[in-house]
C-alpha cells in the first residue's frame, strides 16, 4: 500500500508565497515522474510542474518564473514553492506521481488528497 500526503496549503495574499509538500510512504520500490497538478472551480485540472527521477522540469506558461518543482529524493517528497502568487492561482493542488511498489509488476499513478490554496486579492 502507497499514500501521497500533502500538505502546506491556505489563504494568502497576492504577491504572497506558499510551500507545498506532498510525501509518499508505504511499500515503494522506485518513483519515477512527480508533477503537481491544480483544478479551479468549474474548470479542467490542469498541469501546474512535473519533475523526472532525473531533475528535468517543466512548468505551464501561466506559473513559469514564480513556481518552482523539487523534490527530495531520500525523502520520496515532491514540493512545489509558490511565488507572486496570484488570484487565478486559486485552486485545489494535487500531486501526482508515477510508482513502482514493492511486489508491483508495473507502474502507476497515484494522486493525493488535494490542498486548497486560495489567494486573496
Known amino acids: 500500500q502507497v499514500q501521497l500526503v500533502e500538505s502546506g496549503g491556505g489563504l494568502v495574499q497576492a504577491g504572497g508565497s506558499l510551500r507545498l509538500s506532498c510525501a509518499a510512504s508505504g511499500s515503494l520500490r522506485s518513483i519515477d515522474k512527480m508533477r503537481w497538478y491544480r483544478q479551479a472551480p468549474g474548470k479542467q485540472r490542469e498541469l501546474v510542474a512535473a519533475?523526472?527521477?532525473?531533475?528535468?522540469?517543466n512548468y505551464a506558461e501561466s506559473v513559469k518564473g514564480r513556481f518552482t518543482i523539487s523534490r527530495d529524493n531520500p525523502k520520496n517528497t515532491v514540493y512545489l514553492q509558490m511565488n507572486r502568487l496570484k488570484p487565478d492561482d486559486t485552486a485545489v493542488y494535487y500531486c501526482?506521481?508515477?510508482?513502482?511498489?514493492?511486489?508491483?509488476?508495473?507502474?502507476?499513478?497515484?494522486w493525493g488528497q488535494g490542498t486548497q490554496v486560495t489567494v486573496s486579492s
Open positions: 501526482n506521481v508515477r510508482l513502482l511498489a514493492i511486489g508491483g509488476s508495473y507502474w502507476t499513478e497515484n
Open positions: 519533475i523526472t527521477s532525473g531533475g528535468s522540469v
